[in-house]
């Protein structure tokens, strides 16, 4: 079992950057694939950005690609997310969170298919 814990939320304002952090417990972190996802008040659940086991193959919305990245430190349990050039439209709770590796790599866009989700961490961009 994988417990996660994000943080790093914050208000910033448009065009400025945030660095969200998700920390595991456990010992078998690098086994799962991470994911970022977000959600919007009155919105359904949206992904962000996925990541491999070793961090060799990531992959982003189109949303967000040109302004976010994703990353991990396998040696300190943790997943990132490099959020630049923030947009209003950003605003939400993002939550991190854990599954096997996919099949493939659709896998890595569905929520549902996440065993392990974080408590969140609130994201607010002011123009």
């Known amino acids: 079992q994988v417990q996660l814990v994000e943080s790093g939320g914050g208000l910033v304002q448009a065009g400025g950057s945030l660095r969200l952090s998700c920390a595991a417990s456990g010992r078998t972190f690098s086994s799962y694939a991470m994911g970022w996802f977000c959600q919007a008040p009155g919105k359904e659940r949206e992904f962000v950005a996925g990541?491999?086991?070793?961090?060799?193959?990531?992959h982003l919305a189109d949303s967000v690609k040109g302004r976010f990245t994703i990353s991990r430190d396998n040696a300190k349990n943790t997943v990132y997310l490099h959020m630049n050039s923030l947009k209003p439209e950003d605003t939400a709770v993002y939550y991190c969170?854990?599954?096997?590796?996919?099949?493939?790599?659709?896998?890595?866009?569905?929520?549902?298919?996440?065993?392990?989700w974080g408590q969140g961490t609130q994201v607010t961009v002011s123009s």
């Open positions: 969170a854990a599954r096997t590796p996919p099949p493939y790599s659709s896998g890595y866009y569905t929520g549902s298919q996440y065993a392990y």
């Open positions: 990541i491999s086991l070793g961090g060799s193959i990531t």
